[in-house]
């Protein structure tokens, strides 16, 4: 069975760090792109960013661009979201995806909240 398991989320001051991961279970994570989705309140899913199996490229919504660094562990089966310099806009819900796009399998996400 396909698994994914998101943690790392909590409140945080605008201008904060948080660090997001997402364990991977039930597939050969290392042969997958692996993405970054998020929905904030009232909104559609929106993607974040993406990596390739090798973690050398990578692709950012313009958004967080500068701010937000994925990176994946493949000996870990781990996918990593690094959010800096966070701002309210980011506040949402937080999930990791199998494969492009919004991922053909999702987590069941960690919330991300901006908020002085």
């Known amino acids: 069975e396909v698994q994914l398991m998101e943690s790392g989320g909590g409140l945080v001051q605008p201008g904060g760090s948080l660090r997001l991961s997402c364990a991977a279970s039930?597939?050969?994570?290392?042969?997958?792109?692996m993405t970054w989705v998020r929905q904030a309140p009232g909104k559609g899913l929106e993607w974040v960013s993406h990596?390739?199996?090798?973690?050398?490229?990578?692709s950012y919504v313009d958004s967080v661009k500068g701010r937000f660094t994925i990176s994946r562990d493949n000996a870990k089966n781990t996918l990593y979201l690094q959010l800096n310099s966070l701002k309210t806009e980011d506040t949402a819900m937080y999930y990791c995806?199998?494969?492009?796009?919004?991922?053909?399998?999702r987590g069941q996400g960690t919330q991300v909240t901006v908020s002085s």
């Open positions: 995806g199998r494969g492009a796009g919004l991922g053909d399998v």
């Open positions: 990596i390739f199996p090798n973690g050398r490229v990578t």
């Open positions: 039930g597939f050969t994570f290392s042969t997958y792109v």
